[in-house]
């Protein structure tokens, strides 16, 4: 399964005890750090990372260099280095790995951005639902200031920098950087307009550096080996690797991480082992929940950060879901949307009360109450939410829609105008039906019916009664005989 | 106790938690956290005596604890069921496994059942969609839930 | 771990550690996975199992506790490297499976099924 993968940020995860810091010092660990602390300056260790082409993982894809560069031109007594571990996509555990499986691979990166940009104090902004990632972390920061290697007077040179955790507390919008460090500072999780960027005014008004833990993962790595080595690996725009989580109907889920220019195909099918069951592909999702659905014929579009933008999708942060023919993708997109809705923070007016009309119409259409008009309005009313919204969020939350929209516009058409779903979940769109040649008349159908729907005598042919029936389908799992339908 | 005297203890309670970070404003959220984990929940008296005690208005605490999902101002049942709702639960059948639960414990999601002993509520990924769909009751996971097996999960904790 | 207070130290502590893992290639390493997800498959009493009965074996040995390989798909793992061998990663690993690993792979060099292909 792993052919196809180069470790860089997963490099020691499955290799190391976590929570011991002398396992991670005996592959390297702190190494960069003392060079860059002892024998190199500030502005290169920045071109280094620069050089080395290494982009933000949390799914915005801004050259990390640069930003370094950003806030270390700001000047200030006090700066910030934040390392956002608000892993709040529903499908996604890159960043818990990394933390569970090597956290001091994110500690010692930090202190090396802190010694670029001059910030003497970290915080990690992490989600109160990993205890364990947590627990791992405290371990780490603990044996790190013991060691010297944290906190004061690191190693003994001049350069002291402490690091202390942040609790989210459940807000997708979080992961926005303004709105994680109005959070950070004890408020509801709003963004505000950029700029200012949080490079020149960030946490408590001073200039502050924000990455994501894959993104910190690469860094000892990129200074250990080169950045030449680092830019080897890739495509042209996008250098390095991605870790993804494969999960949803792929036979192989996990986590992977791919050289950046690999292919869908080669993610889904080398790599994930193909489809579960037997069953037929058909769509991907990147970049949830704002990514979109990415069909067949997009198969062999290369992993990186433009391809995948201009295939109607996006890099996002890792979560990689696949769906089978079993999935109705009407309904996909209203789980998404049903997610921004509650998710979004309420703030700009297109992104609360716009999705919840998109969120409304996709209901109606899964209830065979759609019409065709409606389908027109969900194009109108996406486009207008992406272009006038005030952050990340709200400028992606239609991309779900709009994406299946034009992927699988016949399934739409399907459910609005011929009221079927062809994959056969939207409950108002299906019935329940016996086949009288095959039915025996054991009863198992009707004993097993919550809603009493069933009825016939013992030994004789059975009858759904469907004003009743709930569609549960409670009795075609019972049914011994394949004497069930759906339709 | 009379009423008086429960908020006189909640005070002393809140007192303590808020020196633990300096009454600082700004560790409001810290502070929540740890309210949230003595006390379970996060009723009104708890939320005015955090904002009495590090001077906010209260408004301000409610808008926090309502904009966060991880807050909650109900009681939580003795086992409390979380039944994830990411992405690749969804695809493996979560949602029929959310609703199983609810037909078998008459409550629905976000309830506590009458005898305080269960709780349903969904969270947005644990983040161990290899094994989705997953339920978590208390500390315990269960991965590759199966309808049939709610009952039998249930039964557990009778 | 003893604290740092210079950059030779530091290179000299560090190399030190390095040689000490290397030492561990003449050990029967057995490396388990312990994240969430793992745990969650029932890796705890995998390790406890290992924790247990290695002591007995005639085998100098190591144990490590990691993070996880990613195989979300096989959890628990765990990965078995003899002297002079490969690493070998075993999936599902349950406790029966780890008793096996034990008696037939590590003592007797027989091979197990479970092991993960491709790796």
């Known amino acids: 399964m792993k052919s196809k993968q180069i470790k860089i940020a997963l490099r020691n995860c499955g290799h190391i005890d976590p929570e011991r810091i002398e396992d991670y010092i005996s592959y390297d660990g702190y190494a960069a750090l003392g060079r860059c602390m002892f024998e190199d300056t500030p502005s290169s260790v920045t071109d280094k990372i620069k050089q080395s082409g290494l982009r933000g993982r949390g799914g915005g894809g801004f050259p990390t260099g640069k930003k370094w560069e950003l806030c270390a031109a700001s000047v200030s007594d006090k700066k910030y280095v934040i390392c956002n571990a608000d892993e709040g996509d529903p499908g996604a555990f890159m960043d818990r790995s990394v933390l569970e499986g090597d956290p001091h691979s994110v500690l010692e990166a930090m202190a090396i951005c802190g010694y670029c940009i001059g910030a003497d104090e970290g915080y990690i902004y992490i989600r109160a639902e990993y205890p364990l990632a947590i627990k791992r972390l405290k371990i780490a920061i603990a044996q790190a200031e013991e060691a010297g290697l944290l906190g004061d007077r690191i190693m003994g040179s001049d350069f002291s920098f402490k690091i202390r955790l942040k609790y989210g507390a459940g807000a997708f919008v979080c992961g926005e950087e303004t709105a994680l460090i109005k959070s950070m500072e004890g408020n509801r999780g709003e963004p505000i307009m950029k700029p200012p960027y949080p490079a020149q005014k960030g946490y408590m008004g001073k200039p502050t550096n924000v990455n994501n833990v894959e993104t910190f993962a690469n860094v000892a790595a990129i200074l250990n080996r080169g950045a030449e080595w680092f830019s080897s690996i890739g495509t042209e725009g996008s250098k390095g690797t991605k870790v993804f989580a494969l999960a949803g109907k792929v036979k192989n889920v996990g986590l992977v991480e791919v050289p950046m220019g690999t292919t869908l195909r080669e993610l889904i099918y080398e790599i994930g082992g193909g489809i579960k069951s037997g069953k037929k592909f058909k769509a991907v999702q990147s970049g949830e929940p704002s990514g979109g659905c990415l069909t067949e014929k997009h198969l062999d579009t290369p992993i990186d950060y433009e391809s995948l933008k201009a295939a109607g999708s996006m890099m996002g942060s890792g979560g990689m879901i696949v769906m089978d023919e079993d999935d109705c993708m009407v309904a996909v997109a209203k789980f998404y949307l049903e997610f921004i809705v509650e998710e979004s923070c309420g703030k700009c007016v297109p992104c609360r009360e716009g999705n919840k009309v998109l969120y409304n119409i996709l209901d109606k259409i899964t209830h065979g109450k759609g019409e065709l008009s409606d389908l027109d309005k969900l194009k109108n009313f996406g486009n207008i939410i992406k272009s006038t919204s005030l952050c990340g969020l709200g400028q992606t939350a239609p991309n779900p829609v709009l994406s299946t929209l034009d992927n699988f516009y016949d399934e739409y058409y399907d459910h609005v105008v011929n009221k079927k779903c062809a994959a056969k979940q939207c409950r108002s769109l299906i019935t329940y039906r016996i086949i009288e040649e095959n039915c025996v008349g054991c009863g198992a159908c009707k004993r097993v019916c919550p809603a009493e729907a069933i009825s016939g005598e013992l030994k004789q042919k059975h009858l759904i009664d469907q004003e009743t029936c709930i569609k549960c389908g409670a009795c075609i799992k019972k049914c011994r005989f394949n004497a069930i339908v759906v339709e | ?158 | ?119």
């Open chain 2, 1 to 158: 106790m009379s009423c008086s005297e429960k908020q006189e203890q909640i005070k002393k309670t809140i007192a303590g938690i808020c020196s633990e970070f300096n009454d600082d404003p700004n560790e409001l959220i810290a502070i929540l956290h740890k309210a949230q984990g003595h006390y379970g929940f996060l009723p009104k008296e708890v939320q005015s005596a955090i904002a009495e005690r590090i001077g906010v208005p209260a408004s301000k605490v409610y808008g926090i604890v309502t904009f966060y999902s991880y807050f909650t101002m109900e009681p939580k049942g003795k086992y409390p069921i979380s039944i994830c709702m990411g992405t690749a639960c969804y695809v493996q059948g979560a949602e029929k496994v959310l609703q199983e639960f609810e037909s078998r414990l008459e409550i629905k999601n976000g309830q506590t059942t009458a005898d305080g002993k269960f709780s349903i509520n969904t969270l947005r990924c644990i983040g161990a969609c290899g094994l989705a769909p997953v339920v978590m009751i208390g500390d315990k996971v269960y991965g590759n839930v199966k309808t049939e097996e709610v009952k039998k999960i249930i039964s557990e904790y009778n």
């Open chain 3, 1 to 119: 771990m003893e604290r740092i207070n210079n950059y030779e130290q530091f290179k000299k502590s560090s190399s030190g550690i390095k040689k000490e893992r290397e030492s561990n290639s003449s050990k029967v390493i057995i490396k388990i996975a312990m994240a969430t997800c793992s745990i969650a498959s029932g890796a705890g009493p995998v390790f406890d199992l290992f924790k247990d009965e290695m002591p007995k074996q005639p085998k100098e040995f190591v144990l490590i506790p990691t993070g996880c390989l990613g195989l979300c798909h096989s959890e628990p793992t765990v990965e078995v490297t003899l002297p002079g061998s490969d690493p070998v990663v075993f999936g599902k690993v349950d406790v029966k499976r780890a008793g096996l690993i034990i008696s037939d792979y590590i003592m007797k060099g027989k091979t197990v099924d479970c092991i993960i292909e491709g790796n």
